[in-house]
Protein backbone atom coordinates (compact mmCIF):
# COMPACT_ATOMS: atom_id res chain seq x y z
CA UNK A 1 0.00 0.00 0.00
CA UNK A 2 2.74 2.82 0.50
CA UNK A 3 5.77 1.39 -0.64
CA UNK A 4 6.23 3.83 -2.87
CA UNK A 5 6.05 6.59 -0.38
CA UNK A 6 9.04 8.42 0.65
CA UNK A 7 7.74 10.53 4.01
CA UNK A 8 4.32 9.85 4.90
CA UNK A 9 4.76 13.13 6.93
CA UNK A 10 6.71 15.52 4.63
CA UNK A 11 5.82 13.82 0.91
CA UNK A 12 2.34 14.48 -0.57
CA UNK A 13 3.28 11.55 -3.56
CA UNK A 14 -0.01 10.94 -4.60
CA UNK A 15 -1.08 7.29 -3.99
CA UNK A 16 -4.56 6.24 -5.35
CA UNK A 17 -6.14 4.24 -2.11
CA UNK A 18 -9.77 3.22 -4.29
CA UNK A 19 -9.64 -0.41 -5.11
CA UNK A 20 -10.66 -2.71 -8.01
CA UNK A 21 -12.53 -5.51 -6.83
CA UNK A 22 -12.99 -8.65 -8.81
CA UNK A 23 -14.94 -11.46 -7.89
CA UNK A 24 -15.29 -15.07 -10.50
CA UNK A 25 -16.96 -18.30 -9.34
CA UNK A 26 -16.22 -21.48 -11.32
CA UNK A 27 -17.32 -24.74 -12.04
CA UNK A 28 -17.29 -27.60 -14.15
CA UNK A 29 -19.18 -29.31 -16.78
CA UNK A 30 -18.27 -32.38 -16.45
CA UNK A 31 -20.57 -34.58 -15.17
CA UNK A 32 -17.85 -36.13 -12.98
CA UNK A 33 -18.70 -35.55 -8.94
CA UNK A 34 -14.80 -34.81 -8.06
CA UNK A 35 -15.06 -31.36 -7.91
CA UNK A 36 -11.93 -28.97 -8.90
CA UNK A 37 -10.52 -26.49 -6.09
CA UNK A 38 -8.70 -23.29 -6.84
CA UNK A 39 -6.60 -24.21 -3.66
CA UNK A 40 -4.66 -26.65 -5.40
CA UNK A 41 -3.41 -23.94 -7.92
CA UNK A 42 0.84 -23.76 -6.56
CA UNK A 43 2.15 -21.01 -4.67
CA UNK A 44 4.45 -20.12 -7.50
CA UNK A 45 1.68 -20.07 -10.26
CA UNK A 46 -0.15 -17.54 -8.04
CA UNK A 47 2.79 -14.97 -7.69
CA UNK A 48 3.82 -15.17 -11.62
CA UNK A 49 0.02 -14.13 -12.19
CA UNK A 50 0.23 -11.82 -9.57
CA UNK A 51 3.22 -9.95 -11.67
CA UNK A 52 0.52 -8.92 -14.53
CA UNK A 53 -0.92 -7.67 -12.21
CA UNK A 54 1.39 -5.59 -10.71
CA UNK A 55 1.82 -6.80 -7.29
CA UNK A 56 3.35 -9.69 -5.07
CA UNK A 57 2.02 -11.83 -1.93
CA UNK A 58 3.27 -10.06 1.59
CA UNK A 59 1.83 -12.50 3.56
CA UNK A 60 -0.74 -15.35 3.99
CA UNK A 61 -2.57 -16.89 6.37
CA UNK A 62 -5.59 -19.59 5.90
CA UNK A 63 -8.90 -21.42 7.35
CA UNK A 64 -10.29 -24.65 5.97
CA UNK A 65 -12.35 -23.02 3.66
CA UNK A 66 -10.24 -20.17 2.75
CA UNK A 67 -6.83 -19.65 1.91
CA UNK A 68 -6.12 -15.60 1.85
CA UNK A 69 -2.73 -13.14 0.79
CA UNK A 70 -2.05 -9.93 1.79
CA UNK A 71 -0.26 -8.35 -1.34
CA UNK A 72 1.84 -5.61 -1.99
CA UNK A 73 -1.96 -3.42 -3.37
CA UNK A 74 -4.38 -4.75 -0.99
CA UNK A 75 -5.63 -8.82 -1.01
CA UNK A 76 -6.59 -11.66 -2.77
CA UNK A 77 -8.71 -14.57 -1.43
CA UNK A 78 -9.13 -17.84 -2.97
CA UNK A 79 -11.97 -20.56 -2.02
CA UNK A 80 -12.86 -24.17 -3.99
CA UNK A 81 -14.65 -22.53 -6.37
CA UNK A 82 -14.51 -18.30 -5.88
CA UNK A 83 -11.50 -16.27 -6.51
CA UNK A 84 -11.30 -12.39 -4.65
CA UNK A 85 -8.73 -9.99 -6.21
CA UNK A 86 -8.82 -6.51 -4.82
CA UNK A 87 -6.16 -3.97 -5.76
CA UNK A 88 -5.15 -0.44 -5.25
CA UNK A 89 -2.98 1.92 -6.64
CA UNK A 90 -1.94 1.33 -10.42
CA UNK A 91 -2.37 -2.07 -10.66
CA UNK A 92 -3.97 -4.18 -13.43
CA UNK A 93 -6.20 -6.92 -12.35
CA UNK A 94 -8.22 -7.12 -15.68
CA UNK A 95 -5.03 -7.99 -17.50
CA UNK A 96 -4.53 -11.01 -15.70
CA UNK A 97 -8.00 -12.31 -16.52
CA UNK A 98 -7.05 -14.44 -20.04
CA UNK A 99 -4.31 -16.19 -18.14
CA UNK A 100 -6.82 -16.54 -15.29
CA UNK A 101 -8.59 -18.95 -16.97
CA UNK A 102 -6.22 -21.20 -18.32
CA UNK A 103 -5.02 -21.42 -15.07
CA UNK A 104 -7.86 -22.76 -13.49
CA UNK A 105 -8.91 -24.94 -16.00
CA UNK A 106 -5.36 -26.49 -16.54
CA UNK A 107 -5.14 -27.28 -12.14
CA UNK A 108 -8.68 -27.50 -11.17
CA UNK A 109 -10.95 -28.92 -14.37
CA UNK A 110 -13.12 -26.06 -13.29
CA UNK A 111 -14.01 -24.86 -17.35
CA UNK A 112 -17.16 -22.71 -16.65
CA UNK A 113 -17.52 -19.30 -15.49
CA UNK A 114 -20.72 -18.91 -13.59
CA UNK A 115 -20.73 -15.56 -11.69
CA UNK A 116 -18.44 -12.47 -12.14
CA UNK A 117 -18.28 -9.04 -10.06
CA UNK A 118 -16.29 -6.52 -10.90
CA UNK A 119 -16.95 -2.83 -9.03
CA UNK A 120 -14.44 0.27 -7.66
CA UNK A 121 -15.11 3.25 -6.21
CA UNK A 122 -14.53 6.36 -8.79
CA UNK A 123 -10.89 6.62 -8.76
CA UNK A 124 -9.84 10.09 -7.53
CA UNK A 125 -6.49 10.71 -10.36
CA UNK A 126 -8.13 8.84 -13.10
CA UNK A 127 -5.21 9.80 -15.67
CA UNK A 128 -3.15 7.98 -13.71
CA UNK A 129 -4.26 4.28 -14.27
CA UNK A 130 -2.74 1.90 -16.56
CA UNK A 131 -5.20 0.85 -19.48
CA UNK A 132 -7.94 -0.93 -19.37
CA UNK A 133 -8.44 0.82 -16.25
CA UNK A 134 -8.48 4.52 -17.27
CA UNK A 135 -12.38 4.58 -17.38
CA UNK A 136 -15.09 2.03 -16.78
CA UNK A 137 -16.25 1.72 -20.23
CA UNK A 138 -13.07 0.72 -21.32
CA UNK A 139 -13.17 -1.73 -18.65
CA UNK A 140 -16.27 -3.28 -19.42
CA UNK A 141 -15.35 -3.44 -23.16
CA UNK A 142 -12.57 -5.44 -21.67
CA UNK A 143 -14.96 -8.07 -19.69
CA UNK A 144 -17.41 -8.45 -22.88
CA UNK A 145 -15.15 -9.63 -25.04
CA UNK A 146 -13.71 -12.36 -22.75
CA UNK A 147 -17.66 -13.26 -20.84
CA UNK A 148 -20.25 -12.01 -23.81
CA UNK A 149 -22.15 -10.76 -21.61
CA UNK A 150 -23.17 -9.16 -18.42
CA UNK A 151 -24.78 -6.09 -17.77
CA UNK A 152 -22.55 -2.78 -16.64
CA UNK A 153 -24.02 0.25 -13.77
CA UNK A 154 -23.24 3.45 -12.71
CA UNK A 155 -24.63 3.88 -9.13
CA UNK A 156 -24.80 7.20 -7.57
CA UNK A 157 -26.55 10.61 -8.59
CA UNK A 158 -23.84 12.52 -9.22
CA UNK A 159 -21.24 10.82 -11.32
CA UNK A 160 -19.15 13.27 -11.98
CA UNK A 161 -18.20 13.90 -8.11
CA UNK A 162 -18.72 10.47 -6.58
CA UNK A 163 -20.09 6.82 -7.66
CA UNK A 164 -19.77 3.10 -7.46
CA UNK A 165 -19.29 0.97 -10.58
CA UNK A 166 -20.39 -2.10 -11.34
CA UNK A 167 -20.36 -4.95 -13.72
CA UNK A 168 -21.95 -8.26 -13.14
CA UNK A 169 -22.61 -11.34 -15.03
CA UNK A 170 -25.02 -14.16 -13.80
CA UNK A 171 -24.63 -17.22 -16.27
CA UNK A 172 -27.79 -19.12 -16.85
CA UNK A 173 -26.42 -22.80 -16.59
CA UNK A 174 -27.97 -24.36 -14.12
CA UNK A 175 -25.81 -24.99 -11.00
CA UNK A 176 -24.17 -28.55 -10.09
CA UNK A 177 -25.01 -28.06 -6.50
CA UNK A 178 -28.05 -26.16 -4.46
CA UNK A 179 -26.91 -22.33 -4.59
CA UNK A 180 -24.76 -21.83 -1.52
CA UNK A 181 -25.20 -18.45 1.01
CA UNK A 182 -23.73 -15.69 -0.47
CA UNK A 183 -23.56 -12.24 1.01
CA UNK A 184 -20.86 -9.30 1.33
CA UNK A 185 -20.29 -6.09 3.01
CA UNK A 186 -18.49 -3.41 1.48
CA UNK A 187 -17.81 -0.22 3.63
CA UNK A 188 -15.34 2.49 1.42
CA UNK A 189 -14.72 5.64 3.63
CA UNK A 190 -13.15 9.13 2.89
CA UNK A 191 -12.52 12.68 4.66
CA UNK A 192 -10.89 10.17 7.56
CA UNK A 193 -9.96 11.46 11.08
CA UNK A 194 -6.12 12.61 10.86
CA UNK A 195 -5.37 11.37 14.36
CA UNK A 196 -7.01 7.97 13.76
CA UNK A 197 -5.03 7.52 10.48
CA UNK A 198 -2.25 8.22 12.16
CA UNK A 199 -2.09 5.16 14.26
CA UNK A 200 -1.25 3.49 10.65
CA UNK A 201 2.13 5.34 10.27
CA UNK A 202 5.73 3.87 11.62
CA UNK A 203 6.06 7.19 13.40
CA UNK A 204 3.03 6.24 15.89
CA UNK A 205 3.05 2.45 16.02
CA UNK A 206 6.40 0.18 15.17
CA UNK A 207 4.25 -3.47 14.03
CA UNK A 208 0.99 -3.86 12.43
CA UNK A 209 -0.36 -5.74 15.52
CA UNK A 210 0.35 -2.44 17.76
CA UNK A 211 -1.92 -0.91 14.94
CA UNK A 212 -4.68 -3.36 14.59
CA UNK A 213 -4.80 -3.36 18.74
CA UNK A 214 -4.39 0.36 18.73
CA UNK A 215 -6.83 1.09 16.31
CA UNK A 216 -9.71 -1.43 17.71
CA UNK A 217 -9.80 -3.12 14.30
CA UNK A 218 -9.32 -6.84 16.46
CA UNK A 219 -12.76 -6.03 17.65
CA UNK A 220 -14.99 -5.38 14.29
CA UNK A 221 -15.88 -9.23 14.04
CA UNK A 222 -14.96 -11.57 16.24
CA UNK A 223 -12.96 -14.73 16.17
CA UNK A 224 -11.14 -13.98 13.18
CA UNK A 225 -7.47 -15.13 12.37
CA UNK A 226 -5.56 -11.88 11.81
CA UNK A 227 -2.75 -11.47 9.18
CA UNK A 228 -1.86 -7.60 9.60
CA UNK A 229 1.18 -5.15 7.79
CA UNK A 230 1.97 -2.02 8.86
CA UNK A 231 3.96 -0.73 6.04
CA UNK A 232 7.02 1.65 5.38
CA UNK A 233 6.66 4.36 6.17
CA UNK A 234 2.47 4.39 6.16
CA UNK A 235 -0.09 2.37 5.33
CA UNK A 236 -1.99 -0.78 6.22
CA UNK A 237 -3.69 -4.02 5.01
CA UNK A 238 -5.18 -6.94 7.21
CA UNK A 239 -6.98 -9.94 6.46
CA UNK A 240 -9.21 -11.84 8.88
CA UNK A 241 -10.36 -15.34 8.32
CA UNK A 242 -12.72 -17.70 10.46
CA UNK A 243 -13.24 -21.15 11.04
CA UNK A 244 -16.67 -21.33 8.90
CA UNK A 245 -14.44 -19.89 6.22
CA UNK A 246 -15.64 -15.99 6.36
CA UNK A 247 -13.18 -13.06 5.63
CA UNK A 248 -12.44 -9.63 6.21
CA UNK A 249 -10.50 -7.58 4.86
CA UNK A 250 -9.35 -3.47 5.49
CA UNK A 251 -6.87 -1.74 3.50
CA UNK A 252 -6.37 2.00 4.50
CA UNK A 253 -4.07 4.87 2.94
CA UNK A 254 -3.23 7.10 5.76
CA UNK A 255 -1.88 10.49 4.08
CA UNK A 256 -4.92 13.53 5.22
CA UNK A 257 -4.48 14.96 0.93
CA UNK A 258 -6.10 11.44 -0.48
CA UNK A 259 -6.73 9.61 2.86
CA UNK A 260 -9.15 6.20 2.28
CA UNK A 261 -10.33 3.63 3.87
CA UNK A 262 -11.81 0.32 2.85
CA UNK A 263 -13.54 -2.35 4.43
CA UNK A 264 -15.01 -5.71 3.40
CA UNK A 265 -16.50 -8.86 4.93
CA UNK A 266 -18.87 -11.85 3.40
CA UNK A 267 -19.88 -12.62 7.26
CA UNK A 268 -23.62 -13.76 7.40
CA UNK A 269 -25.73 -11.53 9.40
CA UNK A 270 -29.65 -10.93 9.57
CA UNK A 271 -28.60 -7.36 10.18
CA UNK A 272 -25.58 -5.06 9.70
CA UNK A 273 -26.30 -2.33 11.40
CA UNK A 274 -23.92 -3.26 14.56
CA UNK A 275 -21.19 -4.05 12.24
CA UNK A 276 -21.51 -0.72 10.31
CA UNK A 277 -21.00 1.30 13.48
CA UNK A 278 -18.74 -0.64 14.49
CA UNK A 279 -16.56 0.49 11.66
CA UNK A 280 -17.61 4.25 11.41
CA UNK A 281 -16.88 4.65 14.93
CA UNK A 282 -13.15 2.80 14.52
CA UNK A 283 -12.38 5.25 11.38
CA UNK A 284 -14.71 8.31 11.85
CA UNK A 285 -15.03 9.46 8.03
CA UNK A 286 -16.32 12.47 6.40
CA UNK A 287 -17.89 10.45 3.53
CA UNK A 288 -18.66 6.76 3.06
CA UNK A 289 -20.52 4.51 0.71
CA UNK A 290 -21.95 1.38 2.35
CA UNK A 291 -22.71 -1.45 -1.03
CA UNK A 292 -24.81 -4.85 0.72
CA UNK A 293 -24.98 -8.17 -1.63
CA UNK A 294 -26.68 -11.31 -1.14
CA UNK A 295 -28.83 -13.93 -2.33
CA UNK A 296 -32.18 -15.55 -1.49
CA UNK A 297 -30.36 -18.64 0.56
CA UNK A 298 -28.29 -15.72 2.74
CA UNK A 299 -29.19 -14.84 6.39
CA UNK A 300 -28.29 -11.34 5.27
CA UNK A 301 -31.35 -11.87 2.16
CA UNK A 302 -33.15 -8.95 3.84
CA UNK A 303 -30.27 -6.51 4.38
CA UNK A 304 -30.15 -4.83 0.63
CA UNK A 305 -34.31 -4.06 1.23
CA UNK A 306 -33.71 -3.14 4.97
CA UNK A 307 -30.36 -0.70 3.89
CA UNK A 308 -33.17 0.59 0.82
CA UNK A 309 -35.90 1.35 3.25
CA UNK A 310 -34.50 1.83 6.84
CA UNK A 311 -32.11 4.93 7.64
CA UNK A 312 -30.44 3.92 11.14
CA UNK A 313 -27.56 6.22 10.55
CA UNK A 314 -29.60 9.47 9.60
CA UNK A 315 -31.60 8.71 13.36
CA UNK A 316 -28.15 9.08 15.14
CA UNK A 317 -28.52 12.82 13.94
CA UNK A 318 -24.83 12.19 12.75
CA UNK A 319 -24.92 11.12 9.03
CA UNK A 320 -27.09 12.55 6.01
CA UNK A 321 -27.64 9.76 3.31
CA UNK A 322 -27.12 11.24 0.49
CA UNK A 323 -27.92 8.79 -2.39
CA UNK A 324 -29.58 5.21 -2.05
CA UNK A 325 -30.09 2.65 -5.08
CA UNK A 326 -31.51 -0.84 -5.05
CA UNK A 327 -30.77 -3.49 -7.64
CA UNK A 328 -32.84 -6.56 -7.89
CA UNK A 329 -30.65 -9.55 -9.89
CA UNK A 330 -31.41 -13.02 -11.10
CA UNK A 331 -29.55 -14.14 -7.85
CA UNK A 332 -29.01 -11.30 -5.70
CA UNK A 333 -29.67 -8.37 -4.20
CA UNK A 334 -27.58 -4.87 -4.08
CA UNK A 335 -28.34 -1.69 -2.36
CA UNK A 336 -25.71 0.87 -2.25
CA UNK A 337 -25.84 4.21 -0.19
CA UNK A 338 -23.78 7.53 -0.11
CA UNK A 339 -23.29 9.12 3.33
CA UNK A 340 -21.88 12.90 4.30
CA UNK A 341 -21.50 13.85 8.30
CA UNK A 342 -23.37 16.05 8.78
CA UNK A 343 -22.32 19.79 9.63
CA UNK A 344 -23.47 20.75 13.35
Known amino acids: MADTRDNCADSVQFFEGVEKLL ?3 FTSSSKDSQRGDLRQIPRQKWEALL ?3 RCEIISFCRSEQVDAYVLSESSMFVSQRRFILKTCGTTTPLQCLQPLLK ?6 GCDEVENVFYSRKNYKRPELQISPHQTFNEEVTLLHSLFGGGDAYCL ?4 DEECWY ?3 LFKDKALQDPPEPDQTLEILMTHLDPEIMSIFTKDICSSADEATVKSGINNLIPDMIIDDFLFEPCGYSM ?3 SKNGKYMTIHITPEPEFSYVSFESNVAEASYDEIIKRVLDTFNPGKFLVTIFANKESAAANCPHDLKNSDFLNRTGEWLRTDVQYCHFKKYDLTCAFYSRRHS
Open 23 to 25: EIW
Open 51 to 53: KIV
Open 103 to 108: LIKEYT
Open 156 to 159: GSNP
Open 166 to 168: LYA
Open 239 to 241: NGV
